[in-house]
């Protein structure tokens, strides 16, 4: 059977105290006891339906999780304040002194910069390969190796990653293959592909409106009752736990992903599609001529389309932020980093969120300073919004 995973999250029914139909909020960061040994019970996990303090977990946050967790097809899921506080525990829960990590090398900017920079003060370290080639993935794990790490279309190169491929080589070698999906929430389900452990920063397409942070870690009941350990869990002891008024906010901008989803989609094939005739390249995975386009067709959820993201290069950084200033001042979008929001965003990573890698890495991997990413927002009008990025495209000698 198709997996479903709009479908999963709304079939959840939570109530409110009063009968609400919105779960009530649990205002508060610590609770009160009838019984000591009720708290004792608490503290140490064995007491289901008692909460003690906040950042171990509140309703509101297994409210949240349980509804991502339904979308991902996982056991179950641990949300947190960021979609950094989801992975950097997630790596050190897996790896200790002495460990290895296969990344793929077109990662979001601060996770690249903990691999590369941080990681390694605690002895752990990164090989970084070209995710696409799988025999590149597996010539680099070694006895060490204890996870694969990827992103399901990486940031800024919309490079798509095999889940399925690399699933199987992960099983063989006994790794745990980690994918950041944020890019193509219910799009793409990497776990029905094969992944052991799929994160999301909540913070773009699953909020939607730019308001807040967040992240989740969605997994099996083990692993995530292991980060959440109060003795040595990653996530726990690091501390990045979702506040629950924001929590409750993203639950409810959770129930419309999937309508906003589809109309990213159908904005961003549709510029990719003109801008395409029109003679640039535009890289989106929805165009025949993205290198993986025929495998992520095989990935995806088809109904919600390939994702609001694409990339343009203008050919140099001047150029670049020329046509973006000009864009923002024409009011199709904001010169922002971040993405999911309604009005579209753009930025240059080169020279912004992806800053963190070095140049002649930057080369390596075909990113540009001219490159432009843009979060492709919820135009009703994308004619009109195609017409005037036209004009902005012209004006600057883009096109
Ligand atoms: C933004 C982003 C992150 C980090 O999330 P924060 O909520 O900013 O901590 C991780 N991965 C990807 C792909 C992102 O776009």
Redesign the pocket.
């Known amino acids: 059977m198709k997996f479903k995973p709009a479908n999963n999250i709304q079939d959840l029914q939570y109530f409110g105290e009063f009968g609400g139909v919105n779960p009530s909020i649990s205002d508060s960061s610590t609770y009160t006891f009838l019984s000591a040994k009720t708290m004792f019970d608490t503290f140490e996990g064995n007491a289901d339906g008692c909460y003690l303090y906040s950042r171990h977990s509140s309703p509101s946050n297994l409210y949240l999780g349980k509804a991502l967790a339904a979308m991902e097809g996982t056991e179950t899921a641990n949300v947190t304040a960021?979609?950094?506080?989801a992975?950097t525990p997630v790596i050190m829960q897996l790896c200790g002194a002495g460990d290895h990590v296969v990344s793929s090398r077109t990662?979001?900017g601060?996770?690249y910069a903990f691999l590369k920079n941080f990681a390694p003060r605690f002895q752990v370290k990164t090989t970084f390969v070209n995710i696409t080639k799988l025999d590149e993935v597996e010539a680099a794990i070694t006895p060490k190796t204890k996870l694969l790490y990827c992103?399901s279309v990486s940031?800024p190169l919309l490079e798509v990653a095999d889940i399925a491929g690399l699933s199987k080589i992960a099983k063989k070698h006994h790794l745990q293959l980690v994918v950041?999906n944020?890019?193509s929430p219910l799009s793409v389900s990497p776990a029905k592909l094969g992944a052991d452990i799929v994160i999301h920063?909540?913070?773009?397409f699953i909020n939607g409106s730019s308001d807040t942070?967040?992240?989740v870690v969605c997994g099996t009941q083990e692993f995530i009752d292991a980060l959440r350990s109060v003795n040595d869990g990653a996530s726990m002891l690091l501390g990045a736990s979702l506040d629950s008024l924001r929590a409750a906010s993203i639950l409810k901008n959770l129930r419309t992903l999937h309508i906003r989803m589809k109309q990213h989609s159908h904005n961003a094939m549709y510029l990719a599609e003109r801008f395409e005739k029109d003679g640039l390249k535009p890289v989106y995975p929805g165009l025949a001529s993205h290198p993986s386009h025929s495998l992520f067709s095989k990935m995806i959820n088809e109904e919600y389309g390939y994702g609001g993201m694409l990339t343009i290069d203008a050919g140099s950084k001047e150029k670049a932020n020329e046509l973006m200033e000009l864009m923002q001042k024409e009011n199709i979008g904001y010169l922002a980093v971040?993405?999911g929001f309604y009005k579209t965003l753009f930025s240059a990573p080169g020279s912004s969120t992806s800053s963190e890698i070095p140049d002649e890495e930057k080369v390596a991997m075909g990113l540009t300073d001219g490159l432009i990413r843009f979060s492709i927002g919820l135009d009703n009008d994308i004619e009109r919004t195609y017409q005037e990025m036209k004009k902005c495209m012209k004006q600057v000698g883009v096109l």
């Not at 920063?201 to 773009?204: I, R």
């Open positions: 960021t979609g950094m506080g992975i990662i979001y601060g996770t992103e940031n950041d944020t890019f920063s909540l913070t773009k942070m967040g992240g971040s993405l």
